[in-house]
């Protein structure tokens, strides 16, 4: 079993080989998106590099909730609703929603995903 500081090591080091950042970009708030530039094209390959790094199988929809976010029973007028919210919270426990509940909007969702919480994701797969 790999110690938190081991999972941040090795998802870091998939994170510069599949984004082309630097070491210290990645650092646990940094957001996937906003501050390290993922597209979603990106995601395949990080996903792909994780996968191989610590020997396990991940579901995209496991960190990628895309069929919540584009459901009209979670979604009304571009924002997620509170029942929307929920399940965002039983599907993805490991990410900090506290910001985002505050103004759910749909297309801000790609911005909340962090180095952490992916990391928080990997020790949860893998201890």
């Known amino acids: 079993m790999p110690s938190k500081e081991e999972v941040f090591e090795k998802v870091r080091e998939s994170l510069v080989e599949a984004l082309g950042v630097d070491d210290e970009d990645v650092t646990p ?3 996937m998106v906003g501050d390290l530039g993922a597209e979603s094209i990106d995601f395949l390959d990080i996903l792909f590099r994780l996968e191989k790094a610590f020997d396990i199988k991940i579901d995209r929809t496991e960190l990628f909730p895309e069929d919540i976010l584009t459901n009209a029973e979670y979604v009304q007028d571009g924002r997620v ?4 919210l929920d399940e965002l919270k039983k599907r993805i426990p490991f990410a900090d929603l506290s910001k985002f509940e505050k103004n759910p909007i749909v297309q801000d969702f790609g911005h909340l995903l962090t180095v952490n919480d992916l990391c928080n994701y990997i020790d949860s797969k893998v201890n």
């Open 29 to 31: 708030e940094a957001t």
């Open 81 to 84: 609703t509170d029942t929307g």
